[in-house]
């Protein structure tokens, strides 16, 4: 009888070991880190099928916060209950918070105003070079009839030309309802009714948005507003990092002048060599802002704006997800999730070209691209090597 327990947990350990290895290893952003869940977690290990991380990526798309640590959290939910996702998100973001902040701490008591970052510039184009590969993958995985096709080019049109964050969801939506109109035929059977909704996370989520935004505001208090700020982020972004970054730089540099421009900036730059989630940006922010306050207060502040970026997209998935269990064989919204992953690879083609945009067009920037782009495609090198090399011929070239 215990057997079979010991071998539960043996399981959970090393899902956790393998959690850790893609939270070192997993660069580029929410759409190439789910090329990465599903060559490690799928292909190689067999944690879970192919249709179930589809399927738990394609509800972390629809909901606010960083897509791919509610996905990888959903997976841990899946695995081992609420206690067990816990500790998954926590393995999971804990590489990039605790080095995002530390870099943070460092770059501050040296005073080091305007950073070299030299060594850095070839990662925007490997980072084109992931995307892509991402966006290939997508395709491959998500778009198989004729009129995917019709979503995904539409979907991307509109994400280039209007570039707005905040349609992101609407397009999902839209998607999602297409695919179900589309694939839905004759009587539909009325879905059982949801039971044991857990309302707690949601009073949870709604209480700490409500008490966090009033005692910033009553006491002007810099950890509280800090709290405040990346709660508010964590609850309201879609689209990942990407969306965050401008939101935060506007915040926090120019309007409330708590960093440089040189510093946050310098941030960006540590950010495009980390590997994990993206939203890592806001220990480093956390730290940065609270550099008048001492080792302890950026410490306290590293901790604190890392809970609060990533704790309301966890509190979503934590109510959402036993709701999603219990629909998600209704005909209709099975269906719906064939239109929602063809939007969402449309997505990946707009993040590709709007972060290629900045990007100098010349010899040197092609060549990382397109001799990332090769690797990815034609070889098992590891992701780890690529970045290694981009920073390596950065320092040297």
Request: glycine residues 8%; contains cysteine.
């Amino acid at each position: 009888m215990k057997r079979p327990n010991q071998f539960k947990h043996f399981k959970k350990i090393l899902f956790l070991l393998d959690v850790l290895k893609l939270a070192l290893t997993a660069f580029g952003g929410p759409q190439v880190h789910f090329t990465q869940f599903r060559k490690h977690l799928v292909k190689k290990k067999n944690y879970l099928t192919d249709n179930e991380l589809v399927e738990y990526n394609s509800l972390c798309t629809m909901l606010p916060g960083p897509t791919s640590t509610q996905t990888i959290t959903v997976i841990g939910y899946k695995m081992g209950g609420p206690t067990f996702a816990f500790a998954t998100l926590t393995v999971w973001i804990f590489p990039a918070c605790v080095i995002m902040g530390l870099l943070g701490i460092i770059l501050t008591n040296l005073n080091i105003d305007n950073p070299r970052l030299d060594f850095m510039k070839y990662l925007q184009p490997m980072a084109s070079g992931f995307l892509i590969y991402a966006a290939y993958n997508f395709i491959q995985l998500f778009v198989t009839k004729r009129y995917h096709w019709a979503l995904l080019l539409g979907t991307a049109y509109v994400g280039i030309i209007l570039q707005s964050p905040f349609l992101i969801p609407v397009m999902l939506t839209v998607g999602g309802l297409i695919s179900s109109y589309i694939n839905t035929r004759g009587r539909i059977k009325k879905p059982d009714p949801i039971k044991n909704i857990r309302w707690d996370n949601m009073w949870l989520f709604v209480g700490i948005f409500v008490l966090a935004a009033i005692l910033g505001v009553a006491t002007q208090n810099r950890f509280l507003l800090l709290f405040e700020n990346n709660f508010r982020y964590g609850s309201i972004i879609f689209g990942g990092g990407n969306v965050l970054i401008p939101l935060m730089f506007n915040q926090f540099v120019e309007y409330k002048h708590y960093m440089e421009a040189s510093e946050f900036l310098a941030g960006v730059g540590f950010l495009q060599a980390m590997p994990g989630p993206v939203f890592s940006i806001a220990s480093f922010a956390g730290a940065v802002s609270l550099k008048d306050y001492g080792f302890f207060g950026q410490i306290i502040g590293m901790v604190s704006c890392s809970i609060a970026i990533f704790l309301p997209g966890i509190l979503m998935v934590f109510f959402v997800y036993p709701i999603w269990n219990q629909l998600k064989n209704f005909e209709p919204v099975k269906n719906a999730i064939e239109g929602v992953n063809a939007a969402s690879a449309g997505l990946v083609i707009s993040s590709t070209y709007l972060l290629f945009l900045p990007v100098e067009v010349n010899e040197e920037n092609m060549l990382v691209l397109l001799t990332t782009l090769f690797l990815l495609l034609s070889t098992k090198v590891p992701s780890p090597i690529i970045v290694l090399g981009c920073l390596t011929a950065g320092y040297f070239f």
